[in-house]
């Protein structure tokens, strides 16, 4: 079946580091891609996403684009915060999944930015 | 504002107890789920609702039952609380296969 797969973390950074988060997933047909955030004690909210083969999505300075040759979806940003620590999440929806788009998560990375 | 709304957002329950988490969207969602999440596990699908008067099981659906009372309520019962069921439970609603969810803020559950 489709799944996702991300790097491992934590992820430790210093401050204006830059910052790459793999992500690489397995699906039949061509899903959408997703990123979502989780600042602690909160619910997931959406970061970016992308639709279609090379499609960059982008948001509050992060950037990901779809890459069907390799089946990846990374997240990248320049530049890290310490307001960026946080869980992140890739996902794609399943397109199998009848009329819904539900949606298959990785494991999460957590990132620590340090000042 | 709009959203998705869980209620309680703490609760604690004694072994055996049952209670019902309540979720509520006004975006006009058809599609609902219901997810929990625990330490390494990421999140895992309890259950879903393509479209009101449906409901489907995700990937952990024993314990749990859910009610789509309507296309703006999704509710989560636990009729027998168990300790392994303490989780952070969260709802969310999607308007479409290319759209991604929308979260509510969660509700913490400890089962002792």
């Known amino acids: 079946g489709d799944s996702v797969t991300q790097m491992e973390g934590p992820v430790t950074l210093s401050e204006e580091a830059c910052l790459t988060i793999?992500?690489?997933?397995?699906?039949?047909?061509?899903?959408?891609l997703f990123w979502y955030v989780q600042y602690p004690g909160e619910g997931l909210q959406l970061l970016l996403k992308?639709?279609?083969?090379?499609d960059k999505g982008s948001n509050k300075g992060f950037e990901a684009t779809y890459r069907k040759e390799t089946t990846s979806f990374h997240l990248e940003k320049g530049s890290v915060q310490v307001s960026d620590s946080a869980v992140y999440f890739c996902?794609?929806?399943?397109?199998?999944?009848?009329?819904?788009?539900?949606?298959?998560f990785g494991q999460g990375t957590t990132l620590q930015v340090k000042p | 504002n709009a959203g998705v709304t869980q209620t309680p957002k703490f609760q604690v329950l004694k072994t055996g107890q049952s209670m019902t988490l309540q979720c509520a969207q006004d975006?006009?969602?058809?599609?609902m789920y219901w997810y929990r999440q625990d330490p390494g596990m990421g999140l895992r699908l309890i259950y879903y609702?393509?479209?009101?008067?449906?409901?489907d099981k995700g990937e952990v659906p024993n314990g749990y039952n859910v009610s789509r009372l309507n296309k703006r309520e999704f509710s989560l019962r636990l009729e027998s609380a168990a300790p392994s069921q303490t989780s952070v439970y969260f709802c969310?609603?999607?308007?479409?296969?290319?759209?991604?969810?929308?979260f509510g803020s969660g509700t913490r559950l400890t089962v002792v």
């Open positions: 996902a794609l929806s399943d397109r199998n999944s009848g009329n819904t788009g539900k949606l298959i």
């Open positions: 793999n992500c690489t997933y397995t699906a039949t047909g061509y899903p959408s």
């Open positions: 992308a639709t279609k083969a090379d």
């Open positions: 975006m006009n969602h058809n599609s």
């Open positions: 609702s393509a479209s009101e008067g449906t409901t």
């Open positions: 969310a609603g999607q308007g479409g296969q290319t759209y991604g969810y929308t």
